[in-house]
């Protein structure tokens, strides 16, 4: 049993209308782009991530070491980036692999 946007719309008394939100897809270009802007990773270590998921997807092993390399090199907004795009991916929008979060989010803590 799940909660449903009718039972949110009954508990929260808000109605519920508008277009549903879509992800966009992202080619291996903007996710590039996104991980150098964002995560200040080189673009050869990026493109390397993209290559081993073959689309828009990073591991979260490897979001872990970015954002100890983040800590220890005191880029705090990179680390807290990291780390929400960690916790986002392990909680909210887990996938069934368990291992990987979408660079999409990423744009979002930007």
């Known amino acids: 049993m799940t909660i449903s ?5 009954n508990l929260l ?3 519920i209308v508008g277009q ?14 996104l991980l150098v ?3 200040h990773v080189n673009r ?10 073959r689309g828009a997807n ?14 220890s090199r005191r880029q705090w907004i990179v680390a807290v980036r ?4 960690h916790l986002v ?3 909210i929008f887990a996938d069934k692999s368990a291992t990987s979060v979408s660079v999409f989010y990423l744009g979002f803590f930007h």
């Open 58 to 71: 990073m591991r979260l092993s490897w979001l872990r070491d970015v954002y100890e390399d983040a800590c």
């Open 5 to 9: 946007l009718d039972d949110m719309s």
């Open 20 to 33: 549903f939100y879509m992800q966009e897809t992202l080619d291996e270009d903007s996710v590039n782009d």
């Open 82 to 85: 990291a780390y929400l795009l």
């Open 37 to 39: 802007e964002s995560l």
């Open 13 to 15: 008394h808000s109605p």
């Open 44 to 53: 050869g270590v990026a493109s390397e991530e993209t290559r081993h998921y």
């Open 89 to 91: 991916g392990c909680t």
